[in-house]
């Protein structure tokens, strides 16, 4: 017999001394199961402080090698991507099946499909996974505003506030706030544009999430806006620059506070324009920025008493 200690890809415990000795209150013996030292007579558990290395993942020159352990939780999944799904082609050994095996996995894939969801709300959440995921990609956002949107769905379908409105709308509504609440500057125009409803279905369902969830939005500021909305318009960098020193001198007097930020950008922009002879309407300004011709000239107005 070896003398070598046996291999364990488990606790970090030594099986020799974990197997030997007594309970210390009925003098039993003691087992190991699951990283826990407990009697088996009276069931004490002596200690359970072993870190269970066995499904640690394997590292790589590509990252985590996930053969053993899976991909990771996500909540941008309706079963947080548990889900397993009956593969396609050949066998376990690459080798081709036969016709009569491709007709029944084809009906256990089709009865796994239906079995898939335990209820309608699962199902609906299920879509609106999806739909989130597909916005997201429509408009080029991380996967950190996929999984937070997926979340506000969840937390929205639990508070029941989905009942008798569009899965499409609150979809898209979450992305957006997902985007309000992280400090990215994305209008609801452009979500609106690759989501399946209108913009006005969009905001109303977003005012249903923001009263409702109560949501920690930060605050848009007219600087963080500028950019956007001079790339819609191509402005020239003189024209942008201009209009971000209008924008600073209306912060600085107090004109932007209280007041739509994108007011503030389109009437600044305005009158940089007017200063270097880009001669662009009110109305193509206003409707990139998505604002009124009216609010424009109200800042409009501000921004020139306050250079006066």
Known sequence: MSSSKPYTDGFDEDPDTDLRGACPECTGAVAVDGGERA???????????????????????????????????????????????????????????????RRQIRRLRREHTRGRFRSKAEQNLAFACGEIARIVGAIDLKRDIREFASRLFRRAQNRSLIRGRSLEGFAAASVFAACRCRGIQ???????????????????????????????????????????????????????????????????????????????????????GKDFSDRRTQREIADAAGVSTVTLRQRMYDLEETGE
């Open 39 to 101: 009697c088996t007579d009276c069931g004490l558990v002596i200690d359970g402080h072993g870190l269970a290395y066995g499904n640690r993942p394997r590292w790589s020159e590509d990252g985590p090698d996930t053969r053993r352990t899976g991909a990771p939780l996500t909540p941008a999944r309706h079963d947080d991507g548990l889900s397993s799904e009956i593969g396609r082609g050949g066998d376990a050994n690459g080798n081709p099946l036969s016709a009569r095996k």
């Open 186 to 272: 994305r209008p609801a125009a452009e979500i609106a544009s690759v989501a399946r409803c209108d913009e006005e279905t969009l905001l109303n369902d977003y005012r249903t999430l923001n009263v409702e969830l109560q949501l920690e939005t930060t605050l848009q500021k007219p600087d963080q806006l500028l950019p956007g909305i001079a790339s819609t318009l191509e402005l020239e960098h003189t024209v942008a620059n201009r209009a971000r020193e209008l924008i600073r001198e209306a912060e600085s007097a107090g004109i932007a506070n209280g007041r739509r930020p994108a007011g503030v950008v389109a009437a600044a922009i305005y009158l940089a």
